[in-house]
């Protein structure tokens, strides 16, 4: 069975997201008009729903009896081509996915090769997600390279991008590029009230972590990472008052995974930067009072230059070999906040 692990599954299970039914609309367009393109990049920010519109609009092109919902054509659910996708497998469909490590390797790729020059077992189209294209590493992208420019036929790829992570721009150049975004704040935090039971101020902060990426906030919420949220901005202002060591103080942080306490840095690093305008404008106000007080003791590019080496180490996750040294080295860029601005600034990136 191909497993696209992103999201909780829809009431109807191959229907978009609310707020990608328009994005939908154009996809099925295309796909009805004999116009849909060879390779389609969905770009997105995690957790924004990009595989579960890739495997709903999979379903969509492998079903034999599409059927009309709220102006949606959607797989019917319940064709042969429809139990194949949701049963043991469907033989025209594969998902490509990081196996071991933080990267696809070359072999993934000529396997996804080998499956595209073979001609449909039981559909009229093989379809192929590619989950973090961003993770290819280059042998890997350069042989993906031959099958974007020499298409087959009836073969049509999916490739899924986090947003903000590189990718080779001759990868991009050859896929039709559809960025996915996400509800506005209030439509997310109405969604979050109704799939997690926690209260309002739980479901604004996990939004605000996520990046108002509305799944990724409810993984957060589900597995209570709010609490270990607050450990780590009391380790935080631990070190920041010298109170804690750097070996203690980092430890909350290396018990989320390394994504979420760098989002969580990033989160405070971009209100840190807000502070300097206004603490009305933070969006974690648990962490208000530190960022004002921060934010008021250095001049607005010394903070600027936190967010942007936050930022990049945000962006190069998948090549840190050394979670730990990262970590440390941004804690200590935020203790270097405490010098007067006309000591030492943060060590740019």
């Keep these: 069975m191909v497993k696209?692990?992103?999201?909780?599954?829809?009431?109807?299970p191959m229907a978009p997201l609310f707020w990608h039914q328009g994005l939908w609309q154009q996809l099925d367009q295309r796909l009805q008009a004999g116009r849909f393109p060879h390779a389609t990049l969905l770009t997105g920010t995690a957790g924004i729903g990009k595989a579960t519109l890739a495997q709903a609009f999979a379903a969509r092109m492998?079903?034999?009896?599409?059927?009309?919902?709220?102006?949606?054509?959607?797989?019917?659910?319940?064709?042969?081509?429809?139990?194949?996708?949701?049963?043991?497998?469907h033989p025209d469909l594969r998902l490509?996915?990081?196996?071991?490590?933080?990267?696809?390797?070359v072999d993934q790729i000529r396997e996804l090769i080998r499956f595209a020059q073979q001609s449909p077992q039981v559909a009229k189209r093989k379809l192929v997600i590619l989950d973090s294209a961003d993770q290819l590493n280059v042998s890997a992208a350069n042989a993906l390279l031959k099958t974007l420019e020499e298409p087959v036929a009836n073969t049509f790829l999916l490739l899924l991008h986090q947003g903000g992570r590189p990718l080779l721009p001759t990868i991009r150049s050859r896929c039709q590029q559809l960025r996915l975004a996400g509800p506005d704040r209030q439509q997310g935090l109405d969604w979050l009230a109704s799939h997690n039971q926690q209260d309002s101020h739980s479901h604004g902060a996990a939004l605000d972590w996520a990046a108002g990426a509305?799944?990724?906030?409810?993984?957060?919420?589900q597995q209570d990472s709010l609490g270990q949220r607050q450990l780590c901005l009391d380790a935080l202002q631990g070190y920041l008052k010298r109170e804690l060591d750097l070996g203690t103080a980092?430890?909350?942080?290396q018990k989320l995974t390394q994504e979420e306490a760098l989002d969580l840095l990033l989160l405070w690093a971009h209100d840190l930067v807000r502070a300097r305008v206004s603490t009305d404008q933070v969006r974690d106000r648990s962490a208000a009072a530190m960022l004002g007080y921060l934010a008021g003791k250095q001049p607005a590019d010394t903070l600027h230059h936190l967010y942007e080496a936050t930022l990049e180490a945000r962006?190069?996750?998948?090549?840190?070999?050394?979670?730990?040294?990262?970590?440390?080295?941004?804690?200590?860029?935020?203790?270097?906040?405490?010098?007067?601005?006309?000591g030492k600034s943060p060590v740019t990136r």
């Design 4 to 12: 696209v692990s992103e999201a909780p599954r829809q009431a109807h």
């Design 214 to 221: 509305p799944l990724h906030a409810l993984e957060l919420l």
């Design 250 to 253: 980092v430890r909350p942080f």
């Design 62 to 89: 492998l079903c034999q009896s599409p059927r009309s919902e709220n102006a949606l054509q959607l797989a019917c659910g319940h064709c042969k081509q429809c139990a194949l996708v949701t049963g043991e497998g």
């Design 315 to 342: 962006r190069g996750l998948i090549y840190n070999l050394n979670p730990e040294l990262e970590l440390m080295a941004l804690l200590n860029q935020w203790q270097d906040l405490m010098r007067p601005s006309g």
């Design 96 to 105: 490509i996915r990081p196996e071991t490590g933080r990267v696809i390797k």
